[in-house]
């Protein structure tokens, strides 16, 4: 077979012009229509740059020099962010992802959902993007004679050498992780060694929520004994006042997954409390929970709008975890159906149903696509449904169930533009049709984009 020329070669240096941004945000430049992207490269800038990968349809670049700057091009404040990956925008300003982010919702919908021609709302962004995140969970590992921690390189498990912040996470939780290393490495705790599977410390996960203050520090250890565990403990707790609970978590596996199957609490509580909104949340080691809470608020306040309750209404919350959705909602409801896979989830949701006093609510373990054609023939009649799935979107049959339900709106919150615009297609060609959509940003720095969906029967 005849191998196609490309425009260009590998290992060629060319002077590309960038024009756009993919939906990871490289930046796209083009030498006769071949699409090259290049990490790091914006819209507007000029550069040099080295072919390192070429395929049929496009090929990727490295940025060696850019010879005209954008003035949307800011410093990333984080010493290892080329290193990590863990987020892929910081060298671009905010305002500028924010766009990006919007533009990437308007192109998906017109691609892949043939939706034209509805208002897709400015992002929602944070005043301050920066130590967001309430949750870390950094490996550890010896080195030079001493315990360290630091995230993986990309693609790697090699961690990150001399890394001792990380700019998304909550200051607090940097300086458990801190803590915790310094005290378990005078005490002698050995860290775990991933290829002996030896060694005492896997992962130290640290979470606090962001309005009462409240810190859980989790211990994933390969062993469920080991020494000076009592005396890291004391010395953790009596040092900070803010540690409300301190788990173990035990994963003795060969595995990349963190947690293993067993907790127990060494000292303090089993939970940590944190709100969202008016409503109170209990946080176990093992909870899914926001690990951004006021852009959730922001983005749950917008499905509530997008629901228009007025309080006499039967909705159900497919995919609803730990029923965050389902008790902002509950509020305005009659009665809240919430169906979720992952049963602990469904027994936080039950306990933080409990905790805030809502009693409209009823929560079921079960897959959503099958659970909601046994309510259809139990009678069950909503007159909203809210989605939420993960990434792949929602079920075939979830859609099918939605359509023989016939509610009179769908609010559909979604974590990938693509699914969504999908999914929204089938929608529209059952009879329903898509209002607007508004994207709310919970993780800004990342190429994530988040965005909520009101859509009627028509
Ligand atoms: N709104 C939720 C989070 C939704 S994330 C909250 O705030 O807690 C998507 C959820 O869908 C996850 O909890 C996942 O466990 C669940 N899930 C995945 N597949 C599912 C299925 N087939 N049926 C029901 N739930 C599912």
Redesign the pocket.
């Given at each position: 077979m005849v191998k196609q020329k490309t425009p260009v070669q590998k290992n060629e240096m060319i002077n590309l012009t960038f024009e756009d941004l993919t939906h990871d945000g490289d930046g796209v430049g083009k030498v006769n229509g071949y699409p090259i992207f290049v990490p790091y490269a914006l819209p507007g800038e000029k550069a040099k740059v080295k072919v390192i990968k070429v395929k049929k349809k496009f090929g990727f670049g490295k940025l060696l020099h850019i010879d005209e700057v954008s003035d949307e091009r800011v410093e990333p404040p984080c010493d290892v962010y080329i290193q990590c990956g863990g987020c892929q925008l910081q060298h671009m300003s905010y305002a500028m992802q924010l766009e990006m982010k919007r533009n990437q919702v308007i192109n998906t919908l017109r691609k892949i959902g043939h939706i034209e021609n509805i208002p897709v709302h400015p992002t929602i962004g944070m005043d301050d993007p920066w130590r967001y995140r309430n949750k870390v969970q950094i490996p550890v590992r010896y080195r030079h004679g001493e315990l360290i921690t630091g995230f993986y390189r990309k693609r790697s498990h090699d961690i990150i050498e001399g890394m001792d912040r990380c700019v998304i996470t909550a200051e607090i939780n940097d300086r458990m992780v801190e803590a915790v290393r310094r005290m378990a490495d005078r005490l002698g705790i050995t860290a775990y060694d991933e290829e002996k599977h030896a060694g005492v410390l896997r992962h130290i996960m640290v979470r606090t929520g962001q309005e009462t203050g409240e810190t859980m520090i989790v211990l994933v250890t390969r062993t469920e004994d080991f020494s000076y565990k009592q005396e890291l403990v004391k010395e953790l707790h009596e040092t900070y006042p803010q540690i409300k609970s301190i788990v173990q978590n035990i994963n003795k596996e060969k595995t990349n997954v963190i947690l293993g199957k067993k907790t127990k609490v060494l000292w303090g509580a089993e939970y940590i409390y944190d709100n969202i909104g008016d409503i109170q949340f209990a946080i176990s080691a093992k909870s899914?929970y926001?690990v951004n809470p006021p852009q959730t608020k922001k983005l749950y306040d917008k499905a509530l709008e997008y629901a228009d309750l007025t309080g006499g209404e039967t909705v159900i919350d497919?995919?609803?975890?730990?029923?965050?959705?389902s008790l902002f909602l509950a509020q305005k409801a009659k009665k809240v159906y919430g169906?979720?896979?992952?049963p602990e989830?469904i027994e936080d949701a039950k306990k933080n149903a409990q905790l805030n006093h809502i009693d409209n609510t009823e929560f079921y373990v079960?897959?959503?696509?099958k659970i909601m054609p046994w309510w259809t023939a139990q009678g069950l009649s909503p007159d909203v449904i809210v989605v939420?799935?993960?990434r792949k979107g929602c079920?075939e049959a979830l859609l099918e169930a939605m359509l023989t339900m016939k509610p009179d709106r769908i609010v559909y919150?979604s974590c990938n533009p693509s699914t969504l615009a999908r999914d929204l297609k089938i929608l529209e060609e059952g009879g329903y049709k898509t209002k607007q959509v508004q994207p709310v940003d919970m993780f800004p720095q990342t190429a994530h984009v988040e965005c909520v969906a009101e859509i009627v029967r028509k």
């Open positions: 899914f926001q497919a995919y609803c975890g730990i029923g965050t959705i169906v979720e896979i992952v989830a079960g897959e959503a696509e939420d799935p993960p079920d919150v």
